[in-house]
């Protein structure tokens, strides 16, 4: 028995790269999944049938899966996502929210109209498929149905640390681990679990970093081989979350790094000082904060 037998998955961005593996390991694990990929560049431009070919690789394996080409910028195809699930397989069980674009440069260089277009794909589509989805499950648990809703969402290093010339897609990472950990709070209730990973490969948004070499798909590496940046390196986590043994699980950060998997504590208050029932003197807080809260004087300290 497969772990996932008889869920079904949304899975976004999964025409190439980490979607991709993500795709092939759940239908391994028994689950029937929607392929969805506007087809479009790593840019975000133009429009292609990427889905098909997942879709063939995953009917060639013994698995079942159909092919969507919405774009999750769009609220309305996000909707027409959810319930194309809905009407290819009756259910809908577990979204993962891989789907992204990069157009980076630095701050000084990049146009307006290239961060927003980041944002749309990254923020807007993660929160409008959640969106509809959340609607689904909570419908469902109010009519009495016992839900194991399973949402996955996609963080990276960018987000929890930045990177530069990324301020768009850092900011769109890191505001995605904020809707996971809201989202996880509202649908705790209505039996939906939420979290997101930080997988890692060379993939196509890798690749377009000067000296990372040619990206190359999750299928290219035989299933008894392993390689470090194998695009498919985070999915067996994400087929684990997926699943009802993973119910105990929701609100985390987990990253998958090579082979590490890696439970993230986020932001934490690191050290506390008081001014003891006073407000603080700005012409002060130099020598309190370089010296009790830093714990150094050191000139040009960075964190």
């Not at 772990?3 to 028994?30: F, M, P, Q, Y």
């Not at 890692?200 to 390689?227: C, K, N, Q, Y």
Request: with cysteine; net charge negative.
């Amino acid at each position: 028995m497969g772990l996932l037998d008889g869920k079904v998955a949304i899975i976004t961005g999964a025409g190439h790269g980490i979607g991709r593996g993500h795709a092939l390991e759940l239908a391994r694990h028994g689950a029937k999944v929607v392929v969805n990929d506007l087809g479009g560049s790593v840019r975000g431009e133009g429009q292609g049938r990427a889905a098909d070919e997942t879709v063939a690789l995953i009917e060639k394996r013994g698995g079942t899966a159909v092919a969507d080409y919405s774009d999750v910028g769009d609220h309305e195809q996000c909707g027409a996502l959810i319930k194309r699930a809905i009407d290819a397989f009756g259910r809908l069980d577990i979204l993962v929210n891989n789907a992204g674009i990069v157009r980076d440069a630095a701050i000084w260089n990049m146009p307006p109209e290239d961060f927003d277009a980041v944002i749309r794909v990254h923020v807007r589509g993660t929160w409008s498929t959640c969106h509809h989805a959340a609607r689904y499950w909570r419908a469902a648990a109010k009519s009495g149905e016992t839900v194991h809703g399973r949402i996955i969402n996609t963080t990276s290093g960018a987000g929890l640390g930045g990177n530069f010339g990324q301020t768009s897609y850092a900011a769109a990472k890191a505001a995605i681990v904020a809707i996971t950990q809201t989202l996880a709070m509202e649908l705790y209730r209505s039996g939906v679990t939420v979290n997101a990973v930080g997988p890692s490969g060379l993939t196509r948004i890798t690749a377009s970093i000067p000296g990372m070499g040619d990206s190359f798909e999750p299928d290219a590496v035989a299933d008894d081989e392993w390689h470090a940046m194998d695009p498919s390196n985070s999915s067996p986590l994400v087929a684990w979350l997926a699943s009802d043994e993973a119910d105990h699980v929701t609100g985390q950060v987990i990253r998958s790094i090579e082979d590490r998997i890696i439970w993230m504590q986020g932001w934490k208050e690191r050290k506390v000082i008081a001014a003891g029932q006073k407000r603080w003197d700005a012409t002060k807080l130099s020598e309190v904060i370089n010296q009790d809260l830093f714990e150094t004087r050191a000139p040009g300290m960075r964190f």
